[in-house]
């Protein structure tokens, strides 16, 4: 498909929503600050039930087919306006909860009384990420408004647990397979570069944490009296640990590697174009060095390699001077952040056997695992949606193969094998997860011009494409 | 020379001590009560003056020439009798200072208020080690009562700063060597073996003590963020640590063991006999296995052997469940107990050389240190000790070839070139630096007649036997 074709026509349809978003700022700005006043706290249950109650009302006021779907925790918001028989169907996953706002009295305005000063609106969740998803309702509010339809096919998924780790959306997704058939999955979430240059990301690394308990002795003992006799926790602790990662920086666990995938030709020349300054990230952390190994990019290190990392190691005497004992317990805590199509459920299965090998008398706990996501460079829908957000924005976006945090995006990668990709909306100094959380209006109006921009991307993307994909 | 010449006469006039021992008993116990009524508390700079004023009082009234002598820190009491001149001189080392009595509200009966309950005095000080000096003073004041002389020289050394590490014994010893002169040095501090049979040991370990500081990054980052990217202050010390000491138990550091001098026959057949029982052990303290290496006797572990020994090693977090970042920074906290010749400075200049080359990142801290001592176990004086202590207690001792732990008696060995013996009165069960401290009456009274019984076998120690030593 030559993706030029029908761009006249799109350009001029995708225009007259533009110029009905512009007349429509006061009062887009003004719904947005009226959702905010609503919390939605779901660690500490607040608001939950009200908020996802608006969200059906507000879709179904605008034609969507709106309902909430139970989970074992918290609701998931669904809606979907499937018209367009030609066109492919975008999933746009958002979530409606919020993080606690506490500490208050660090908020120079009350977290649910949304202030405007100096171009931002002050609130929590104006970033992360009610502001982000409000923006995508607006997009198709905005389309329905000048043109009584979608170019494409739209489901909407909301859900109300992702600042508590999403414990119901795999499970949600595995007994809902049947309402999730989608073309690809696009979730405005997260922010932009700090240059203020938009993203489109393709993944994300996965994650697994465990922990490492030693208990060797029923109580502490005297190192002169006991020491060369009685075992160190510690000790076995550093042996084990230093079994597993060597000092070169590689990480030593028999098949721990298994589904890493050396980055393609493609994910490679995005990688370069990305700017990542090991030189300023230096000077700001205050470290002389990068990590182990010495030769490896910016890049590479972020986005390509799995990562083994200490968290925590506690044990024995901590306090001032000398103590000289043996303790008899300590505790690691680790995670590993996996890549490529590493399964975080078989990595620690392989760290639990390098353990039991190695150090049998250690005892191995699991804690949370997250799969990596992964979205080819080269899938078709990429440079629709990176082509939506620069006509949208203006600007040319990053192109990131893969963040280096987690995400539950494997959900729909992993689980449904669609495409999935992260067009962040918010400022990147939008405080999330802290007080005076906020969205700059321009990056609000720019997040409604953006969704707008992909539904009618999408809507210009023929059935060739589509099929492209789904043999790719 | 015969051992035995002599001995009847000798037993004859030690018997008469004995006896006045036996008919003072009462009396001894109470002025071991009065004497523990005085607080003298180092570490708090508690009744210090008044209880050396007190022993120099006392000692005076024997006929010693006794006397306070200035210190950068606490005072050290200093007697002497010296009216034997073909006799030798021992040195009589001990301490006058007790630990804290805190926490006050464990003990039964309050610290400083000696109470005498089913056989035992309970008092802080009581075992640790008031109640020891002062036996050996009323050895000395027993046989001065009988038989108006000393059978041999004494000086009598109470150091005031035993329990918060002897911060000015060596300067002491450096500076007064004319005061210091004499041929062996006994010390009745510690406790018996929980069988409760006497030891005479013949030295000690010495200690190194050091921190290892990992400062790498100005604050904490998220693992998966900077996972990669930003070193990790646990990891660098594990690679460290594990490049000290391997997985086999061997310590790995170069010049290490300089000075560690491998045990004598005398030496190891002194310790087979020792009752070091593993399999106790291992079931008291829950461990199912010794330190590696795992081919090692227990005498060779406590007493021939170095050891590394990871105190404290405190990095990142440490709470509940999985907390995704990478510490910024990272503390170990070691010491390395010392054997034979091993010098204890130059064991620090090594781990420090050792760091600065495999980790210059990471810092490193000197802290307290202590060289070994060690008494060849076939020094002459070596026997008399050990029939003193048979004659005194009916019970053969223990022959110990070295503690485990560390005393300050390299001063004696080290500095003043003296072989020098422990002879500890206390009950295994003193409770010594806890709530209520004792020590067993018949233990006290054992240790008055110990004390009259070396004096008595020096005494019959000629000038060849003297001359053995100086020679050996």
Redesign the interface.
Known sequence: MNPNIGETAAGSELHKVFAYIAANKDHFINRLVDYLRHPSISAQNIGIREVSDILVSMLSRLGLEARTILTSGHPIVMARWEHAPEAPTVLLYGHYDVQPAEPLEEWISPPFEPTIREGRIYARGAGDSKGQHFAQILAMESYLAVHGRLPCNVLLVLEGEEEIGSPSLEAFVRAHRGLLKADLVVTADGSMHPSGRPTVSHG??G?A?FELRAR????D????????????P??IL??L???M???AGEITIEGFHDGVVPASDVERAAAVRLPLD?DQ?KRE????????PAE?S?A???MF?P?L??????????GP???????HE??A?C?A?LVGRQSSEDVLSRIEAHVKKHAP?VEFVR??STPPSKTPLDSPFSDIVRRAVKTAQGVEPLICPA????LPDYVFTRVLGLPSFGTPYANADERNHAPNENIRIDCFLNGIRTGAALLNGLGRCTGVERSLHSTA
């Open positions: 994300c690394r994650i944490t060797i002795a029923n109580r003992v005297h190192s002169g009296n006991f020491g060369g006799v009685v075992p160190n510690i000790w550093v042996h640990l230093a079994s990662k060597n000092a090991a990230l952390l205050g470290i002389v060095s990068l990590d182990a490896r910016m590479d290190r972020l390699n990562t990392t200490i968290n925590g190691l506690h044990g024995g005497y901590g001077g000398a103590k000289t004992v043996i303790p300590a505790l805590k995670d952040r008398e804690l949370e963040g280096g945090g987690t």
